[in-house]
């Protein structure tokens, strides 16, 4: 490669902001997220090696035993985040309560809501995990934030992006002009530009994405779909393949470079759904919507909806607009 063409992320937020006109406060908090996954990625990569593995016996607000390199990424993020007098507050997985900047730091105008490592529990299994963010104006007239901050509607979203610490680790992020993806070189430890402008193929590479061990747990309009999704009847189904990690960044990450369906619905168990509206849903269908694609609940598009809760639940279907809109005519249909 051409010395002059490596693109930094630093580079490319710098210029992205110079094409928005935006303030630097934004763009910092993209360049200090980027510093806090290179952390992050080291302690994943070196998880097998040092005594990091396995829970520390304590549990988070969902009940699910914390893992060491939970803690570790919770920390490393709030550390990078807490002092630069960008943010007013933020809001994590990891905490029940949204999270004031300290008083001892300045307070700034802008908030940020993130799952510092989603899919702990597949850490031990050596399998692909990451973390998930997006960031948001702050609303409220309270210096350091209020909770009405934390629960904007994904459409006022900045910003989102995530790391996905796999075979190599990817730094993926939109601020609302495409999405764009950084592989990190840990030789010289910088993310580099690796897919551009990444566009969700549709018509997919034909594959689906959804754990089918609870299908007797699903609607019947949620089984009828599955039914005729490889059946082949309509133009969309049929010649699928099943493509399930059971991480959710690295299966919205294969979504979003091959095309295909996502799926998390509710069922029988998980009424709402499992994966979380403020920190999982809005920041990835933020960037599927930026990347030509779709994301819905069910019923509606997901950025329309304003969260209750902080960690409130919702299904998730998102994916090429295509089957994104197939599934929908099934679900929508229920009411
Ligand atoms: P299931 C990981 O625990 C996680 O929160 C997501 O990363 C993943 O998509 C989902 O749960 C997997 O859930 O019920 O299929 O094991």
Not at 107 to 129: C, K, Q, R, T, W
Request: net charge negative; aromatic share 10%.
């Amino acid at each position: 490669m051409n010395e002059t063409h490596i693109v930094t992320i630093e580079r490319h937020i710098i210029e992205e902001e110079r094409r928005r006109g935006a303030s630097g406060s934004f763009s910092d908090i993209l360049t200090d997220m980027a510093f806090a996954a290179k952390v992050i990625s080291r302690q994943v990569n070196m998880a097998g090696l040092v005594d990091i593995l396995g829970g520390t016996g304590t549990r988070n607000v969902q009940g699910e035993a914390v893992q060491k390199l939970d803690v570790f990424a919770q920390d490393v993020i709030y550390r990078a985040m807490d002092h630069g007098g960008r943010l007013c507050c933020m809001a994590s997985e990891e905490f029940e309560e949204y999270i004031p900047i300290p008083d001892k730091f300045p307070a700034g105008d802008y908030v940020l809501v993130f799952d510092p490592l989603d899919g702990s529990s597949n850490i031990d299994l050596n399998v692909s995990i990451g973390t998930i963010f997006a960031l948001y104006r702050k609303v409220s007239d309270a210096e350091r934030g209020s909770l009405e901050d934390c629960l904007q509607p994904g459409l006022q979203q900045l910003a989102a992006g995530y790391v996905v610490y796999g075979s190599s680790t990817m730094m993926v992020y939109s601020a609302g002009r495409g999405v764009h993806g950084f592989t990190l070189d840990p030789s010289i430890g910088e993310f580099i530009l690796s897919h551009p402008d990444i566009r969700i193929p549709d018509p997919p590479v034909r594959s689906y994405s959804v754990n089918e061990a609870y299908f007797d747990r699903w609607s019947p309009a949620m089984q009828r779909f599955m039914t005729d999704l490889k059946s082949g009847d309509a133009s969309w189904s049929g010649g699928y393949s099943a493509r399930y990690i059971g991480s959710l960044v690295s299966d919205f990450h294969r979504t979003l470079l091959q095309g295909g369906l996502f799926m998390y619905p509710a069922d029988g168990k998980s009424p709402k759904g499992k994966l979380r509206l403020v920190y999982e849903a809005n920041p990835l269908a933020f960037i599927a919507e930026q990347a030509g694609g779709a994301a819905i609940d069910g019923v509606q598009r997901i950025l329309e909806r304003t969260p209750e809760g902080l960690h409130e639940r919702t299904p998730l279907f998102i994916g090429s607009s295509t089957l994104v809109e197939a599934v929908g005519s099934y679900l929508g249909s229920e009411g």
